[in-house]
Structures are given as C-alpha cells and as structure tokens.
C-alpha cells in the first residue's frame, strides 16, 4: 500500500536535454513505423518543421512520458520512495496541460510532487490512487508542460 505519509512529496528536480533521435525514436514507436521516412517529416527534419510554423523540431504530445523513466530512478525509484508495491500497481490515467512546445535541444528540468493520494472501494480489498504533478520547465525558464498521472494499486 502506498504510504499516506508521502502526501505532498516533492521528488528532486531532474534536468534533461531533448536529444533529437529520442524525438524520432518516439514518434516511430508511437506510430508504429519501421523508420523514420514512415513519420511526420516534421519530427526528423528541421526545415520541414520551420515550415510548419514550428521553430524547430518539435517532441510529439505525449514524448514528456519518457522522462518518468530516464530521471530521478525511473519508475522503480519513484514507487519505491512511495511505498506502492509493483505487483498491484496499474497505470490508471495521464493528463496534458500544455503553455508551449518542447523542442529537440532544449534543456528540460522536471520537478514532480504527490498532489493526492485516494482510498476507493471495499475495505476487504480497498484501491489505492496516487497522483503525481510533474512540471516541465525549458532553459529559458518557461513552463512549457505541466502533466498528472495517476497511479493505481488494486
């Protein structure tokens, strides 16, 4: 069960740099292509993103998710400083807010809190929500991304 005490944890901040090929791998992978000549152009050339009104190459919508697993001892570091067990944990939901675009080459620092924790179901055998706040702040300072997952222990 998680432990009610990490209500309110504040995670270490992690800082990160958007390299470009984790952008093409992501894109491949979430649009289930063999290579990148499969993708949006936009995700692997620049100057097809400029004339997309972008000003560089930007990272897919939901690209921010791997970061969960490159920092901050991934996902087995952030359920074990949460006391939740791995073999009832489920991933229950992910919500985007987005203020602006991640770009190939910005430097990335990711801060992540527990905002909630919830008790649902029956007392024999009670489900257990653990929301977590993660934002996203580029080198220029900005908050480009803000995002909540919910994790779930059945």
Same mark, same amino acid.
């Given at each position: ?5 990490? /209500? ?6 992690? %800082? ?19 290579n990148k000549e499969q993708i949006n152009p936009i995700y692997y050339d620049? &100057? ?26 991934? /996902? ?9 067990? /791995? ?50 702040? &580029?080198?220029?300072?900005? /908050?480009?991304?803000?995002?909540? %997952? ?5």
């Amino acid at each position: 069960m998680a432990d009610k005490s990490k /209500l309110g944890t504040e995670f270490p901040s992690c %800082t990160f740099t958007v390299e470009k090929d984790k952008i093409i791998e992501f894109a491949v992978a979430v649009a289930q292509k063999e290579n990148k000549e499969q993708i949006n152009p936009i995700y692997y050339d620049e &100057n097809e993103a400029r004339k997309a009104g972008y000003d560089g190459i930007p990272a897919p919508p939901t690209f921010s998710v791997c970061s969960f697993f490159w920092t901050g001892g991934g /996902l087995m570091g952030t359920i074990k400083k949460l006391g939740i067990d /791995l073999s009832r944990l489920r991933h229950r939901e992910e919500e985007y807010e987005y203020f602006g675009c991640i770009y190939a080459g910005d430097i990335i620092t990711r801060k992540m809190r527990v905002t909630d924790m919830i008790k649902k179901g029956k007392k024999e055998r009670p489900i257990e929500i653990t929301i977590l706040e993660t934002e996203y702040i &580029n080198q220029h300072g900005k /908050l480009v991304l803000k995002s909540r %997952t919910k994790l779930m222990e059945i």
